[in-house]
């Protein structure tokens, strides 16, 4: 059963701070930013010098898999378990082995639109990759792509433009939900039977922060992780919103920019923190939604 086919709006400040259920859980990484888990439920983070991790939660160790070069922002994951993310520093999408670390470039845009703030990754069911590329601080000339699964590349949507961050595709797929950082908030624009963009609409507000990324639970709630303050708000399927963790002293929660469901029953939400070396996670009583883990042969 899919979420409501309405907007979530004015997203409140709860009455209940949940940051005391969030632990460290692995320590040491270079500043991560993305993270993901593959479809067994292992999680992968990135670095700002191009490091790709692989976290093991259980003993809470990482070990260095991959090295793209440059500055590592979202991830996503295949069924072979490369690893897509999105590279700022090289202003391109990289698909990174997990075998041998060997990393090729997935997509650098097209030709009338070379990328330039490659941000985050998603999956559809098909194979197809979206994903976003920010363009400039308060530019709003944000972009939105499409890699198909023989790896060609579209401009897909030029509607959410104030800055196009962290996406999500809902449970049914007839939406792909963007953070839309400089608006504040996250918009969400329909996907036409032919696979084309539709309407744009804002779906969250969120005044006075900057969010960064979003992750569906299995019952349609949306997380977001917001860059500034360093907070995780949500939003159900009802209606109902609330600010569920705060961390004023950016310890625990250091501007948790991207979030993922890990483990295998995908309980356990993992935050990233950007401002400092660790992944923090925390058993909110939910499970992520699915994800999609294409098996592509190019």
Request: with cysteine.
């Amino acid at each position: 059963m899919g979420i409501a086919k309405r907007p979530f709006r004015h997203l409140k400040r709860g009455s209940m701070n949940r940051l005391g259920d969030f632990v460290v859980l692995v320590d040491g990484l270079d500043h991560p930013e993305g993270v993901a888990a593959s479809a067994d439920g292992t999680l992968y983070a990135g670095g700002e010098a191009g490091q790709i991790y692989q976290v093991d939660i259980e003993d809470e160790s990482f070990q260095q898999i991959g090295d793209t070069g440059g500055f590592v922002l979202g991830l996503a994951l295949d069924a072979r378990g490369n690893i897509y993310t999105c590279d700022l520093k090289r202003k391109e999408v990289i698909r990174v082995s997990p075998g041998d670390g060997e990393s090729i470039v997935y997509s650098k845009g097209t030709s009338e639109n070379p990328t330039r703030t490659p941000n985050w990754p998603v999956f559809d069911r098909a194979g197809n990759l979206y994903f976003s590329d920010s363009g400039t601080w308060k530019g709003s000339d944000g972009l939105i792509f499409k890699v198909d699964a023989s790896g060609n590349t579209k401009l897909w949507s030029q509607a959410a433009v104030r800055f196009p961050n962290g996406m999500a595709l809902n449970p049914d797929e007839d939406y792909l939900y963007v953070v839309e950082s400089n608006l504040p908030g996250v918009s969400r624009i329909s996907i036409n039977s032919d696979g084309s963009a539709g309407k744009c609409e804002v779906a969250v507000e969120l005044p006075g922060t900057v969010p960064d990324g979003i992750a569906f639970a299995e019952d349609g709630t949306l997380y977001v992780g917001c860059y500034s303050p360093s907070r995780i708000y949500a939003a159900s399927p009802g209606g109902k919103s609330e600010m569920v963790a705060e961390d004023p002293e950016h310890v625990m929660l250091s501007s948790p920019c991207n979030l993922s469901f890990a483990g295998p029953q995908r309980d356990l939400l993992v935050t990233s923190s950007l401002g400092r070396w660790h992944l923090s996670g925390a058993r909110l009583g939910v499970r992520g939604a699915a994800l999609n883990y294409p098996d592509l042969d190019h």
